[in-house]
């Protein structure tokens, strides 16, 4: 993707962002348009296939569950999840890496010391460790999976603080006497707006597949709730005989992972923010 003159969005991220923001509506008010819930099951449509002439637009499942409901639900979840869990990892991530890189010396090189030995660790184990011992709610699937994803984030706002660090306007403030932490959140942070928003956005297409991927191993989001990757298990067992059941909540996970990573790299070369 190229830079648009005055730093506009890429014709495909604009047209990713539109889809993104017509899948977010439909996800929202679509339950409204079909009278099915995601529990009742009707035993007259077993695993009946998509198609606007019954009851059951998007088909069934093996139980009678309606696959539309079913659907909408679960993608609702993943997105949820995918910015609650966004959200805390930034929180971490930009004020750790903004102190880092703002505090320099032995003090930033003790704390990457710390992220690199996190980043050499298995956190997927760490996750499903404390799913396994505190349960699988899934306001402790938002926790847990924000808790371990924000070290990418305070690489990229560490190095960005460093190179904020060295600017004029910072030397004046540390010369009028403001406290260190008033010049990483009065100063440095606001500045961190082109950065954080773009990799905050691929953050999100991030973290709703690896809760994905924690689902299809029965580790994420439990009954009676429901999510892509929970439907997506169910419908790999019966890939064979009702693609549908796979195909429903596999075809809308690729279309929000695609719409948010084409974002994502639209806002980063409007934005000229690059790999530091």
């Keep these: ?3 648009l003159p005055g730093g506009g969005l890429a014709p495909a991220a604009a047209v990713a962002l539109a889809v993104l923001l ?4 439909f996800v929202l ?3 409204g348009l079909n009278p099915n819930d995601i529990q009742s099951l009707d035993w007259t449509a077993v695993a009946v296939r998509p ?6 637009w998007f088909g069934t499942d093996r139980l009678g569950r309606d696959l539309y409901a079913r659907t909408l639900a679960g993608a609702r979840v993943s997105f949820a999840v995918g910015v609650a869990a966004t959200a805390i990892s ?3 991530g930009v004020s750790y890496g903004a102190i ?3 505090a320099g010396g032995r003090t930033d090189q003790v704390m990457m010391r710390l992220i690199e030995i996190l980043s050499g660790l298995p956190l997927i184990f760490f996750v499903i460790f404390l799913s396994v011992v505190f349960g699988r709610s899934p306001y402790l699937l938002f926790m847990t999976i924000g808790a371990v994803g924000w070290l990418t984030m305070a690489r990229i706002v560490r190095g960005q603080a460093l190179s904020i660090r060295r600017r004029e306007y910072i ?5 009028s006497g403001a406290s260190g932490l008033r010049i990483i959140f009065k100063h440095i942070i606001p500045n961190l707006t082109g950065p954080v928003v773009v990799y905050g956005t691929l953050t999100v297409a991030q973290i709703i597949l690896f809760e994905s991927f924690l689902s299809f191993l029965g580790l994420g989001v439990q009954e009676p709730h429901a999510s892509l990757g929970a439907l997506i298990a169910d419908g790999a067992a ?3 005989a009702a693609p549908w059941i796979l195909l429903v909540p596999g075809g809308f996970l690729a279309l929000m992972l695609l719409c948010l990573n084409i974002l994502g790299d639209g806002l980063r070369d409007a934005w000229d923010v690059g790999e530091r």
């Design 29 to 31: 008010c679509g339950p």
């Design 238 to 240: 019966e890939m064979e």
């Design 51 to 56: 198609g606007l002439n019954h009851a059951h």
């Design 90 to 92: 930034l929180v971490i």
């Design 100 to 102: 880092a890189g703002f």
């Design 171 to 175: 030397e004046a403030a540390i010369a």
């Design 22 to 25: 017509a899948l977010l509506a």
């Design 1 to 3: 993707m190229r830079v």
